[in-house]
């Protein structure tokens, strides 16, 4: 009986070990899931846009589309998710040139028609580069620029507003860290341990001083509702925590009455921010 269940330990122990190292050598492809085909452009939905390709700081050709909306007060900064390219973002582009915003959304390096292959320091130049060209190429004051991050992205965006200047950053269904969000798939593995990522958007969001919005749905299927709460809870003022429903691919979409109001009274506010920002200082001789 106890050489059995010796045996029977042995075998489970083995298994694990094998299941885990299969995990770790794995995480790159379980993390990044990119496209390359390119399907859809904005034009598909009769939206005006300019195809754009820029370089990121270590050389490498990256493309992105930018997409103008008449009148328009901000211009977002689109990080889209770990999953496919900025064909499968169409839809997330195409409300906020409803809402009447301006948008630049690119593919990080090995998305799309980007060269390379990703990784966290890589998203991060990417990131960068985006804004680089927003700024410089475009000339796009940082005072009118709003940096949104969906999932993955959310913790890309993190990262760059914590950096650059920017009127805002918007979050949506975004993760705490790499480790956290693993510990929920994996929770009986030393997930921290052998975490090849960092992507510690709380750590990021901590540095962030601009009007941060926190988006993320009770129901999403992916990143657990507590993780967005943990995320909000840890950043500066002024910060807004919007709650939606649906999953965590299609919430914006299904709860679009909530989500098109939220924005609505966000851009109001960081609109108010930015006048009180550059409104000049009247000096009183008594």
Known sequence: MG?????????????????????????SALLYSPVRAIQYTPGGLGLDFEDIT????????????????????????????????????LDGVNLFYDMGLS???????????????????????DGMAAY???TEEKKIPASNIIIFGRSLGGSI?????????????????????????????????????FAKFNYS????????????????????????????????????????FVEIFGGHNDGFLLSAEIYNEAWAEWLKFVGGQKSKATQPRISRIF
């Open 54 to 89: 820029f370089k990121s700081k270590d050389g490498l050709r990256l493309s992105g589309w930018y997409v103008p909306a008449k009148n328009s007060d901000f211009t977002v900064l689109f990080c889209h998710g770990n999953g496919g390219n900025m064909t499968y973002n």
């Open 132 to 134: 680089k060209w927003l």
């Open 103 to 125: 948008c630049f959304i690119f593919d990080y390096r090995g998305y799309g028609s980007s060269e390379g292959t990703p990784g966290e320091e890589g998203t991060y130049l």
């Open 201 to 240: 958007t709380v750590d990021y969001a901590k540095k962030v001083h601009c009007p941060l919005m926190i988006i993320h749905s009770r129901e999403d299927d992916i990143v657990p509702f507590e993780l967005g709460q943990k995320l909000y809870k840890a950043a500066n003022e002024p910060k807004k």
């Open 157 to 193: 965006a993190a990262y760059l507003a914590s950096r650059v200047e920017c009127v805002s950053l918007v979050i949506e269904s975004g993760f705490t860290s790499y480790a956290d969000i693993g510990k929920k798939f994996y929770p009986y593995l030393p997930v921290r341990m």
């Open 3 to 27: 050489s059995t269940f010796l045996w029977i330990i042995a075998v489970v122990s083995a298994a694990y070990s094998v299941f885990g190292l299969v995990l770790y050598f794995m995480q």
